[in-house]
């Protein structure tokens, strides 16, 4: 496949599974897992935003001021992924994270040379947040856009195995 034409597929498919943070969280705001997601989505921004933008000391400075709230925002994504994949939640969660990151990315390039400008304020806006609680209310003002609607109100708390197929089931809801 040409350079092109591969980005132009990635392009697509990626662009088929985006869908804005708050569109995925409505009716969910209060949840324990959507805060984790938001959390994790802006992360993400920033990370991607750093690396784009040169600007990997403003993100290790986020990351320092931020750690213990971090820390447990991914261990709720943890408990997440575990209640919805059982043990296939560490492939799920790691296709989450690579998904994000990539539809992310897709959004700097499709902004250009503008995009740096836009996103570096974003170090000094997270920079004036006091506490995790700030950074959790700032993730979920934000339209962070993520790669799939998760139900996040409430993940199943069992996964059923199907026992024709021997697959995994679990609920999730998506948007395509």
Do not use: W
């Not at 599974?17 to 805060?35: D, I, K, N, Q, T």
């Not at 931020?66 to 575990?82: S, V």
């Not at 390039?109 to 170090?123: D, E, H, Y």
């Amino acid at each position: 496949m040409r350079p092109f034409a591969r980005l132009t597929a990635c392009t697509l498919l990626a662009s088929t599974f985006a869908v804005s943070g708050a569109a995925y969280a409505a009716g969910c705001s209060e949840s324990p897992a959507h805060e984790a997601f938001n959390v994790q989505g802006l992360k993400s921004e920033l990370m991607v935003t750093a690396l784009s933008c040169s600007a990997q000391d403003r993100y290790n400075s986020f990351v320092a001021k931020f750690r213990p709230k971090l820390a447990a925002e991914e261990e709720r994504l943890n408990t997440y992924f575990k209640s919805a994949y059982g043990r296939n939640a560490m492939k799920a969660h790691d296709d989450y994270i690579t998904q994000l990151a990539n539809v992310q990315s897709e959004g700097g390039l499709k902004a250009g040379t503008i995009f740096c400008q836009q996103r570096v304020a974003m170090f000094d806006e997270v920079d004036a947040l006091d506490d995790g609680a700030d950074l959790a209310h700032y993730a979920d003002a934000k339209d962070i856009i993520q790669p799939a609607s998760f139900e996040t109100c409430s993940a199943p708390a069992a996964v059923a195995h199907s026992r024709s197929t021997g697959k995994t089931r679990a609920r999730r809801k998506t948007r395509a």
